[in-house]
């Protein structure tokens, strides 16, 4: 090796080899040792927290059933405070969905709010987009 290589080229060979057998060892270390995930244990903490985390979910399953979640409200699900939201629907034309709702078992399509006293076509235009079924 003295008399192909000067000095220096000497030193990066010999790191070239290094690397590489280093390289090996690892490789063989890396696929033959066999993998052992530590045993996994849920404290009494993660447990509330997931607790808290599946509670999370069923309330934002409840809330986009009733479309409270995108800015909706499901007329037929709500109640009077949640309609009272809906912009020119104070307590007394809440009262009146409601009323409405319970006398014809629901609501079957948006367009029936019309039929209760004070919400005419106006008004209808303003909730259409803010109410579902």
């Known amino acids: 090796m003295g008399k192909w290589f000067t000095p220096q080229e000497r030193g990066v060979v010999l790191f070239l080899i290094a690397t590489l057998i ?10 033959k040792t066999p993998y052992f995930a530590p045993e996994l244990k849920i404290t009494e903490k993660e447990k509330s927290d ?3 985390h599946k509670l999370i979910q069923e309330t934002r399953t409840q ?4 479309g409270s979640l ?7 699900k709500a ?3 949640e309609l009272m939201r809906l912009q020119g629907i104070g307590e007394t034309y809440a009262q009146r969905i409601i ?3 319970e006398r014809s078992n629901g609501f079957k399509n948006i367009k029936e709010i019309k ?3 004070g ?7 303003k909730l259409k987009d803010k109410i579902i079924i």
């Not at 809330?63 to 009733?66: A, E, N, Q």
């Not at 995108?70 to 037929?76: A, D, E, R």
Request: aromatic share 12%; charged share 35%.
């Open 22 to 31: 280093l390289g090996g060892v690892i490789y063989i270390y890396k696929f």
């Open 50 to 52: 997931a607790e808290i």
């Open 63 to 66: 809330l986009k059933s009733r």
């Open 70 to 76: 995108n800015n909706t409200i499901n007329i037929n």
């Open 79 to 81: 109640s009077k405070e």
């Open 99 to 101: 009323d409405y709702r």
């Open 115 to 117: 039929r209760i006293k």
């Open 119 to 125: 919400i005419g076509e106006k008004k209808f235009e």
